[in-house]
């Protein structure tokens, strides 16, 4: 094979080992978001922008902390039980990736005086991972011929782009400022503090870890009088500088000049703006109920680029164009007892992702999120949460006229093509304690 060759296809395998970090599947919202961001949030599939009552609202819109006359801590995790599958013309696969996934969901709040208040959030608002096993996408097996002799042996050795892992985690750290206009009116406004602790790839002949920081900021507002309440919240979009260590599995690739060597690569990823509105009303002192309309920026996710550090060549210019999507949200709330409130939720999200660059990495679709729960007051301040939601994935039967031309080129190409399924639990845990200050 002629070297030039060599290095274009160098330069797509590398391509394909980079892009896993940035778009790896996610379960339990559009594209690769993650919207639970509190243990009541999960219960009731997010409707909480409005809600000025109670402490598991506070991380979707922190105006709310000027409704409340408490500081208080709660921690609590997310556990996430994934399962998707794609059978093709070649057969069937399943993503064997971890049986469940845990992220975090702290909040601080504190009351400064009667106006003033404020709050640190730490969440996982992006990211997830998925395995795919070598073979389930048989057209993206390649080889690359060895040069016939006497400058090589001949013959051919492996050189599949085909992922194996792709993993991203996202750290959001969001400090607020609260400020209470009046007693039915308040603002807030805060950073994002967006930290890629962990972005990985797996495939069949190279590897890639790496990590990055990124920052952005937020903005909401809160009116609540009488039984009618009223929330914004926004959050702007970010780049994230993520920087990896790249790697090759196969030395042979090397020798033959058909990858580069080991470096470091870098690439800026894009993540959405988030606004969600919202109104709640109060049926009965024990009865409520909350309806959200959320956006998501996914316009900003239009392409990916990858450069190397060795002579800043760009690796990859690869194309998602997803568009802006939306999510129609409920929430009911309902307290039997004076300590005890049962809460249920449902959510319909739209998918950003379209035909024209479908992503097995990020196999898409609308979907229908069932959420329960329960909190109970346990008296001195200390309050529990549990919660469950159900994720269902529509089917999304892709096919595609776009042929597969080889190396990494395979966003919404026919290699790709087969009926993909996924489905999800969650699982979410808090428990709290509040401190009075007045």
């Not at 094979?1 to 080992?17: D, E, G, I």
């Not at 399962?83 to 399943?94: C, I, K, M």
Request: glycine share 10%; aromatic share 10%.
């Amino acid at each position: 094979m002629p070297r030039k060759r060599n290095r274009r296809w160098s330069h797509r395998v590398t391509a394909c080992t980079l892009l896993g970090v940035c778009v790896s599947s996610n379960l339990s919202a559009s594209g690769f978001a993650v919207p639970e961001l509190s243990a009541m949030g999960i219960a009731t599939a997010n409707a909480l922008v409005a809600n000025p009552v109670d402490r598991g609202a506070v991380p979707y819109n922190p105006a709310a902390l000027a409704f409340h006359d408490e500081s208080w801590l709660s921690v609590g995790s997310l556990l996430i039980g994934p399962a998707f599958s794609v059978d093709t013309r070649t057969g069937s696969g399943d993503s064997a990736g971890a049986d469940w996934l845990a992220a975090p969901m702290l909040q601080a709040a504190i009351r400064l005086d009667e106006r003033w208040s404020a709050g640190l959030s730490v969440n996982t608002p992006f990211g997830l991972e998925t395995r795919w096993k070598t073979g389930t996408f048989a057209p993206l097996t390649a080889s690359i011929p060895l040069p016939a002799p006497p400058a090589g042996p001949g013959g051919s050795v492996p050189a599949s782009p085909q992922p194996t892992q792709s993993t991203l985690e996202i750290l959001d750290v969001v400090p607020t400022l609260t400020y209470a206009l009046s007693d039915t009116f308040a603002i807030a406004a805060g950073a994002d503090i967006y930290w890629v602790k962990s972005a990985k790839l797996n495939s069949s002949i190279t590897q890639l870890e790496g990590d990055g920081l990124g920052l952005g900021f937020n903005l909401g507002a809160l009116y609540a009088q009488g039984p009618f309440s009223a929330g914004v919240n926004v959050h702007s979009g970010a780049t994230i500088n993520v920087t990896g260590s790249y790697s090759v599995l196969n030395p042979t690739l090397l020798v033959i000049g058909a990858l580069p060597p080991s470096q470091t690569a870098e690439l800026d990823l894009d993540l959405p703006w988030r606004l969600q509105l919202g109104a709640r009303y109060a049926l009965t002192p024990a009865l409520a109920v909350e309806i959200d309309w959320t956006r998501n920026g996914w316009s900003s996710f239009e392409r990916i680029r990858v450069t190397g550090d060795r002579d800043g060549a760009i690796l990859l210019e690869d194309r998602n164009e997803w568009e802006d999507a939306n999510a129609y949200r409920l929430g009911i709330t309902y307290q039997p007892r004076e300590r005890t409130q049962l809460r249920f939720g449902y959510s319909y999200d739209e998918t950003p992702q379209g035909d024209a660059h479908f992503s097995a990495r990020v196999p898409d679709h609308d979907r229908h999120l069932f959420g329960i729960g329960i909190g109970h007051h346990l008296g001195d301040g200390w309050q529990i949460e549990a919660s469950y939601m159900y994720v269902r994935f529509e089917e999304r039967e892709y096919r595609s006229e776009t042929p597969y031309l080889g190396g990494a080129e395979i966003n919404g190409s026919e290699a790709i093509d087969g009926d993909y399924e996924a489905s999800a639990h969650l699982i979410g845990l808090a428990v709290s304690k509040s401190f009075d200050v007045f």
